[in-house]
Each structure stands twice: as C-alpha cells, then as structure tokens.
C-alpha cells in the first residue's frame, strides 16, 4: 500500500448532534468541545495511518469561521496531509449541517503534530 | 435524488477510540455506552436522510458478539436499510480496530425504527 | 434461598432528574441516555441475582412508547425473567413522574440477554 | 395519605456499578461523585415526598466511613426523616455491595435540608 | 516553610463557566454539581498542603446561601483551616460572578476533614 | 482601573486531579481534555477581563512539552497578553505538580483570541 492509499484509507470521521450538553451560554457549541473532539479525531486518523504510538506535538493555528447552533449535527473529517520521517500532520475539519434543509458548510479547521514513539517513549521512524 | 443516492448520502460513521472513561471493571467498553453511541448514529442517519423531525420507536435485536478491550478504536456505521410511508429502518455496525495492527471484525449490530413527526408530534410522510 | 426470593432480593432500581445534560433538542430524553441507564440497570440485576461474571449477550426490542420530557423524574425498574442454564434474562421498564403531581406511566421498556462467564471468559453455569 | 405513607412512597433508590469513570488514582469512588450523587438522590426524594419545587439549603456532616472499591456496586437510599412548616430532612445512606458475595455495608451518610419555594422563589407551607 | 506559608502556598483555586451539563431544570448550578467541585478542591487543596496520601473523613455543614445562574462565572476556593496530628480540614466557598458587571458574592461554603494514610491505608502524621 | 490592573485581576486559574475520567490509553492525560481545559480558562479570563460577551476566533500553536501522568494536579493559568479594538489574546499555561513533592513544571502553552460582540454578534469595541 502507498502512501496515498494509506492515507485514503486513514480518513476518520466523527458525526455529532449538538444537543444542550455541549453547548453554551450563547447556545452556540462550546469551543473547547470542538478542540476536544477534533484532537480526538485527528489521534485516531494518525494511528489508523501509521498503526504506531502517536502522541500529539502540538496543534496549529485553529480557526472558528462560524458559531455552531445547538440543533445542528457536525461531522468532523480527519485526514493526514504530511508525512515527514518521525512525525506526521493531520488536518480536522468541522463542517456544520442544518438537521432539516441540505445547508452544509465548514465552521472550524486545524491541524494537528503527532510523533511516532516507542515503549520507551522515544521517537521512532514512521514506517 | 432518488431512494439509493439518499441513503447512500446518509452513511454515517462515528470513530471513537476507548478510553477509559468508557470502559467497564472488565475493561472491555461498557454495553451502555456502545448502545448510546448506537442511537446517537441512528438518529443522525435518519435525520440527514429524511431531512425531517425523526423520534425513535424502538430498538430491534441488539447482539454483542464480541467484546471490546480498551484500547482499541471503534467505528460505528449507520445506514437506512427500509422506508415505509411514515417510518424507516436504520442499522448500526459497530467495528472494533486494534491500534497497531490492521485488524478489524464487526463486534456489535443493531436495527432502530424511527418516525416523522411534525410540529404537534404527529406522525407524518417520510418524503 | 430460592430462585424467586432471589429474583425479588435483585430488583433493581436507579431513579434520574431529566436535567439539561440528558436531553436532545426536542428537550426530551435522549434516547441513546435511556439505552445506556437501561443497560446500566439490567448488569446490576444480573449481577446482583447470580452474584457471578455477567456479560450482555443482546437486548431484545426495546420500545419508546411515550417521550421522557426534561424536568421530569424517571424510575429504571430491572427484574429478572428468565434464568437458564447459562443465561438469563433481564425486563428493564422506565416510569415516568411529574415533578409537582402524582402522575407516573410507563415509557419504556426492554428485555437483556446475559450469560455468566468464568475467568477465561468461557460461559459457565448460573448456579 | 398521611406523613407516614408519604415517606414510605417517596423513599428513593439509585444503584450504580463503581466503573473507571467514577473513581480516584487510590482506585475508589471520587468523594465528590459521592456527593453529587446523594445530592441527587436527595433532591428527588424530597420533590416526590412534596410534590413542590423544592431547593437544597444545606447538608448537614457527611461520613465516609470507608472507602468504595472500583469493581463494586453501590446503592444510595433516600428517606425523608424531618417535616417541618416550610423545610424538610432527608437522609441518604451509600451502601456497598461486592458484585461476586452477598457482603453489603453501610459506607457513607448524610443529611439535606430543603425548603419548598414558590414561582417567585419565596419559602411555602410543605403541604 | 511555617506552616502559614504552607496554607498560603496551598491555596486552590477553580474557575468555572455555569453552562447547561450543569444545571437543573430551575436553570441553576444543580447542587451535586457545586459539591462535587468543592471536594475535588478540597481534595486538591489539602493534598497540596501535605504533599501526603488524604483521604476525605467528612464535610461539615455546607450552606447554599444563594441559587447560582446559568450563564455566570463562579470561583472555588479551597484553604487549610486547622491542622492536627493525623487530620486536617479545608473550608472551600463558592463566589459566583456576573460575566457583564463586576458583581461577585459568596453563593456557598463548607468544610471537610481530611485524614492523611500510608501505603497500608493507615492514619499518619501530617508532617 | 488601567489595563495592567484589569490584567492582574482577570488572572483566572483551574486546579484538576488527573483522574481515569480524564486519561487515554497511556494513563497520561488525553490531549483534547487539556485543550476543553484551555479554552475554558481562557473564555473565562478573556470574560473577567472585558466584561462583554467574547467569542473564540482561533487559538494560535498549543505546544504540548511534556506528557501529564495520571495522579498528578495540574494547575491551568490564563493572562491577557495583548488588548487591540476588539479583539484580545489569552496565553494558558497548563503546569503539572506532582502530589507526594513539590516538583512542578510547565506542560503546555498555547494562545486564544476572542473578539468582542453586540447582541447581534457583531464585533464591538472592547472598553
């Protein structure tokens, strides 16, 4: 398997309904909800591609385009845009969906460092 | 779009890695938990392919055939698989992916019917 | 102690506020919760009757016959129905109450498949 | 119905297992989801007694005689023990039980004191 | 270090948005909420005071003197109060503040008893 | 009350037990439960500051030095660090303590900037 067919097949991807425990006091999703499941997201499509230890590094810059309404469901999409020889980017995505028309658009996007490591939590090759 | 294009449009997956914030004195995920994240799948495929107010009627058979350890990572696939005049069917697979390996075997699976409703919580036409 | 004494002795019963980290958008119980609390109860039963390794083989149909509003209290009622030689099965019914008045109905309600396992996780006899 | 049937009918029941979600890094229930939950338990015992809207005023001394293992299962049992004009008590016991014997004690107590509000949240008779 | 710089050095504190996973059905902070919160500050508190094993013996009478509101900011505060051979208490207050004025009072207060252990979960000197 | 005053006082701290609600599958602290952490504090210290209702526009790199263990406290810290119109940044400091010794480091830094709203969400100039 390629590197390409690695990363199609490493896509990952989370739907959410946004109900009241996510949300707030603007009824708006909570930002740090969104942080907590795109790092989710982005841990998963980063072993799901190297099937290693990943750990993550550090996230980029992380923009909120758009408040998120309560009554809404978001997907969050992950997939791996580097790969360098111990360390790898995955960018997450949060798109937005109204539950009744077919609106969809992006509200939040990421990227996230992840470094292979060994039992000894040393950093090792990516294979 | 015609019945098949909406349903395959209406896939929807949820990856979630097991932690133990989600895990039983076992240390396999508790079935609680799987059944929650069944539903909140179910609901969003019924909702994203009928665009409508949906409420769930009942759960049919929901068989556990395998454990799921901790560490591990799940996906749970949600696909409409009937439509009548005012309800449809939805399944939900739930797969179980070891982190370091390529394994991967469908662990849990489950059918709910959902119904439209509108405003005054009256059945109506699935369209 | 006989097998009805023991069924009486392993009732089981969880009461819940439905407040706002429970509810979905129509502000009703969120069906998945109830799934989770139901299967919550139904191990606690088993567990309790048979004072062995219990693990969750299937649920059976589970109807949602009436929505659960929030700001209600809910009772989960679990009993044993059933005991085979390696299984047995568990009726999980939720009642709900108003808070200000006497009201109280059924809401739903579902039956559980358990087996009883030994350390290496092979089914045993329910003794 | 006089003020003993009332008791009796409103005497509450919450059973939980002690799973990984609950506990400290000593492998035992968090103190603080003790509380919450004999908080809950409380309340509710207090609003079916009454059938008011009724307010936490405060808890009197809460022992935690012992500690509560991971792995077991633990009942939290609410009973209103003082009516008063406008306020009431109501004790909450936590008992332990080993998921695999039939050994249970008492592990934690305490008291609450409610008082019943109105609309405009003025202290009312308890009827 | 005396042991008032101890206290001072050991002071907790912990901030918090009220948003709706923490609110009743009055649209306030739910009360097992805020006392779930002022034993993880005690907890912490206490433990950073001894740097030993604290295990909680007992809360003392907690007042809610006034309902917290959604969408406020409140603060836990957590000092020593007294410390003796074996044991030591912690008084924590909740302040709740308005997010648009400068409006802070005190909302809640308690206190607790912590005991310090060893290895064998015997009671030791507090050094 | 000039800017440097309202600095010091919007200075907003998290203490936290790392407990198994809140760590992956390498008993270290989940990523995406330290950044939900991070936005928190600095939500609530962007909020203190300007008293006006502020919303997340991005966070700038979080760098995450150092792995947080299970059983250990962590202290969040938030400080405004630069006020322009309408918009102002938030530097958290995420430090970890050990709990038997007084050894404490910084784990992970990022920064947030929050914008100023009206009622009708559009951006307003911070006073």
């Not at 969906?97 to 990516?126: C, H, L, Q, W």
Request: net charge neutral; glycine share 6%; proline share 3%.
């Amino acid at each position: 398997m390629n590197v390409q067919e690695q990363i199609d097949q490493s896509r990952t991807s989370i739907f959410k309904a946004v109900f009241p425990n996510t949300t707030n006091h603007y009824d708006t999703l909570f930002g740090g909800t969104a942080m907590q499941l795109m790092d989710e997201t982005a841990f998963i499509t980063a072993t799901r591609f190297s099937r290693q230890q990943m750990v993550t590094v550090c996230s980029d810059k992380i923009d909120f385009t758009k408040p998120i309404p309560a009554g809404t469901i978001i997907e969050l999409n992950g997939y791996v845009t580097k790969v360098g020889t111990t360390s790898l980017k995955v960018r997450v995505d949060i798109f937005v969906e109204e539950m009744y028309t077919n609106a969809r658009e992006k509200a939040v996007s990421g990227e996230f460092t992840f470094v292979a490591i060994d039992g000894n939590k040393k950093p090792v090759k990516i294979i």
